[in-house]
Every structure is written in structure tokens, then in C-alpha cells.
Antibody
Framework: EVRLVESGGGLVQPGRSLRLSCAASGIKFDDYAMHWVRQRPGKGLEWVSSINWNSGHSDYANSVQGRFTISRDNAKNSLFLQLNSLSAEDTAFYFC?????????????????WGPGTLVTVSS | QPVLTQPSSHSASSGASVRLTCMLSSGFSVGDFWIRWYQQKPGNPPRYLLYYHSDSNKGQGSGVPSRFSGSNDASANAGILRISGLQPEDEADYYCGTWHSNSKTWVFGGGTKLTVL
């Protein structure tokens, strides 16, 4: 059974940092690209960042470029998202999602497994 | 990058068929994109349904019933998610998404809230 479980969310003050983790099981983790997608409460999905299977390529949404950093540790079957310079607009549920392909992007048929999400609340 | 526009809501009776649309913004042609579809129920993460590019390039998510299918409507410049034989458990939010290679970004539509009457 494929399982993705996010952790690391919580209440943080504006301007501070947070690191999210996603633990994967039930898959050969290093076969797949991975993604972070966020959803503000009551709103739609917003893609945040993607990383290919071997960390050789990553992409970011304009809204987080330069502030967030995606990474992965294939030996530990884990995906990470470093969130810096947080603002209220970053308040959201953050989901990690597995790609159907190793590279993502043009080669992706979609995100076939999602974690339950972790809530990040940015407030003073 | 393209904008994907979805109706905010749609309702239909149990047993009916529905077409949920995902319209691409001007300057982008639906035939150039792979449209992915997701279902999200309250309090749950999205569930992958399928992707559609053409009749020869499409795929169904694991365990997704065949009554969920994808297509394109070139005249409307839109991707289509068709759900036949609507069931009460199909009541959910439905999102389309696509990859834009030029900007190297994923784009999601705003979602359609489907109500099953």
C-alpha cells in the first residue's frame, strides 16, 4: 500500500521559516518525481514545487521562487520543503504528491498518490 | 502560462451523465496539452482520476471506474471530464491540471463543485 505522510506544519510567525517533510512507503521512492501542492482553506489547489527522481531538476511556482526549496533523500524515502520568509499568503494545507513518472513535467501523466496534508498557519 | 477555467459549480441528478469542462485561456490550444483530472471530497486529499491528451494517449487512474472518462472539446478549447451513471458518492470537487512546458509550471483550474441531486 502506498503511503505518503506529511509532517512539520504548524503555527509560525511572519518572516520565519519552517521545514516540511513527507515520508513515503509502499513505493520504490527513487523511481518517481515528487511534488508539493498547497490548498488555502476553502480554496483550490495551487502547485508549489516539483523535483525529479534524482534531485537533478526542480521547479517552483512564481509565488514561492526564491523562498521555498524542495529536496529529497532517496535513502530515507523522504521529500522535504524548506519554507523561508513566510507570509500570511502561505497559510495553507501542504500536500506531497507522487508523480506517475520519474521526471515529471512533460512526461507526467499526473499525481497519482497524495498525502493527507499538513497545515501551515502564518500568523503573529 | 495558461489559465484553466472551470465552472464553480454543477449539479445533476443521480444516474445522469455530466460533462465538467476545463477551458484553456486564449492563445493556448487544448490539443497541445495533457489534461489531468482529480476528485477531492471534503477533508480529504485529491484523488487522481485520469489524464487525457487524445484518444490514443489517455490513461485511467488505478481503481478509477470506467464511468469516468476524458475527452477534448476543440470548439470550446476545453478538456472534458465525463461522469456517467452519477452516484451520490461522486459529489465532490473536481480539478483539472496541466503542465506548461514553456514556463515549467503546473497549473490547476479553480475546481468545480459537483452536487448530485
Amino acid at each position: 500500500e502506498v503511503r505518503l505522510v506529511e509532517s512539520g506544519g504548524g503555527l509560525v510567525q511572519p518572516g520565519r521559516s519552517l521545514r516540511l517533510s513527507c515520508a513515503a512507503s509502499g513505493i520504490k521512492f527513487d523511481d518517481y518525481a515528487m511534488h508539493w501542492v498547497r490548498q488555502r482553506p476553502g480554496k483550490g489547489l495551487e502547485w508549489v514545487s516539483s523535483i525529479n527522481w534524482n534531485s537533478g531538476h526542480s521547479d517552483y511556482a512564481n509565488s514561492v521562487q526564491g523562498r521555498f526549496t524542495i529536496s529529497r533523500d532517496n535513502a530515507k524515502n523522504s521529500l522535504f520543503l524548506q519554507l523561508n520568509s513566510l507570509s500570511a499568503e502561505d497559510t495553507a494545507f501542504y500536500f506531497c504528491a507522487k508523480d506517475l513518472s520519474s521526471s515529471g513535467g512533460n512526461y507526467s501523466r499526473g499525481f497519482d498518490y497524495w498525502g493527507p496534508g499538513t497545515l501551515v498557519t502564518v500568523s503573529s | 502560462q495558461p489559465v484553466l477555467t472551470q465552472p464553480s459549480s454543477h449539479s445533476a441528478s443521480s444516474g445522469a451523465s455530466v460533462r465538467l469542462t476545463c477551458m484553456l485561456s486564449s492563445g493556448f490550444s487544448v490539443g497541445d496539452f495533457w489534461i489531468r483530472w482529480y476528485q477531492q471530497k471534503p477533508g480529504n486529499p485529491p484523488r487522481y482520476l485520469l489524464y487525457y491528451h487524445s484518444d490514443s494517449n489517455k490513461g485511467q487512474g488505478s481503481g478509477v471506474p470506467s464511468r469516468f472518462s476524458g475527452s477534448n472539446d476543440a470548439s470550446a478549447n476545453a478538456g472534458i471530464l465525463r461522469i456517467s451513471g452519477l452516484q451520490p458518492e461522486d459529489e465532490a470537487d473536481y480539478y483539472c491540471g496541466t503542465w506548461h512546458s514553456n514556463s515549467k509550471t503546473w497549473v490547476f483550474g479553480g475546481g468545480t463543485k459537483l452536487t448530485v441531486l
